[in-house]
């Protein structure tokens, strides 16, 4: 069995009103996605990391996936190919990368992992393939802290339609793996059916596959908004 990791960095990054998408802005002055690239390398059985981005940044990516793949050993493991309009077809296009060469057996894994997720940490990494392992399917979730709502949006904001018991709330985070079989069976019921996921579970949930969940933490936050990357830089420091 091979365990393959799948990085959707094909995003434009809108919310973060930087120069740049943030997956290429710098966190202590390594790129978001290389801090990525470095933890799925540091966990031992995964085998390789498929980069997905923007066609305009196949060539810089690779350079960079070059220069810094052999000061942190991943050179030769990591491939870039082109992302997609949206999150699901890059992530789609990775899968067919993978498949091209000659990986994603039935029973191998494939770890999907937002690239600007960069604090997601090895152990992490290692329980989700164990989850896969045993339930085909498996999450990184983050019990919910704030009481939740559900909503009815109005045209001045929004209405309070009625409360979910916290205990039955995750904020799904990721990684998220799956067999590869199962994941490539949900894609194409999903690109049949014309459903576009904001992660890969809901194609598998659809599919009707039971997805587990290994606890998160929010340290492995998503750097979305102004903000997120000073706290990331905390978390950093405090890392050592
Ligand atoms: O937009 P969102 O924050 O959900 O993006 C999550 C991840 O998916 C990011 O790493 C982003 O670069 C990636 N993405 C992608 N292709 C797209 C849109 C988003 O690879 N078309």
């Known amino acids: 069995m091979q365990v393959f990791a799948i990085l959707p960095a094909a995003g434009v990054g809108t919310r973060m009103a930087a120069s740049q998408p943030k997956?290429?802005?710098?966190?202590?002055?390594?790129?978001?996605?290389?801090?990525?690239?470095r933890a799925f390398a540091a966990a031992r059985r995964v085998t390789a990391?498929?980069?997905a981005v923007r066609r305009n940044e196949i060539e810089r990516v690779e350079s960079q996936v070059g220069e810094y793949g052999e000061k942190f050993g991943f050179a030769g493991r990591v491939f870039v190919v082109e992302g997609g309009d949206t999150r699901q077809e890059s992530v789609v296009n990775a899968l067919n990368a993978i498949n091209e060469g000659r990986g994603g057996d039935e029973e191998d894994i494939v770890l999907v992992h937002d690239a600007v997720r960069p604090l997601i940490d090895a152990a992490t990494i290692e329980r989700t393939i164990d989850a896969v392992a045993e339930h085909g399917a498996a999450i990184v979730g983050l019990p919910a802290i704030d009481t939740v709502k559900q909503v009815e949006r109005t045209a001045h904001g929004a209405l309070v339609t009625s409360t979910i018991p916290r205990e039955f709330?995750?904020?799904?985070?990721?990684?998220?793996?799956?067999?590869?079989?199962?994941?490539?069976?949900?894609?194409?019921?999903?690109?049949?059916d014309g459903f576009v996921g904001t992660d890969e579970a809901s194609v598998v949930e659809r599919a009707g596959h039971a997805v587990a969940v290994v606890p998160g933490s929010q340290v492995n936050l998503k750097i979305t908004q102004?903000?997120?990357?000073?706290?990331?830089?905390?978390?950093?420091?405090?890392?050592?």
């Open 169 to 192: 709330v995750v904020l799904a985070q990721t990684p998220q793996g799956f067999r590869c079989g199962l994941l490539r069976r949900a894609f194409a019921e999903a690109t049949a």
């Open 226 to 240: 102004p903000g997120d990357l000073a706290l990331a830089e905390f978390y950093l420091r405090q890392r050592g």
């Open 49 to 51: 990391i498929y980069v």
């Open 23 to 37: 997956q290429f802005l710098e966190l202590n002055g390594l790129p978001i996605l290389i801090h990525s690239l």
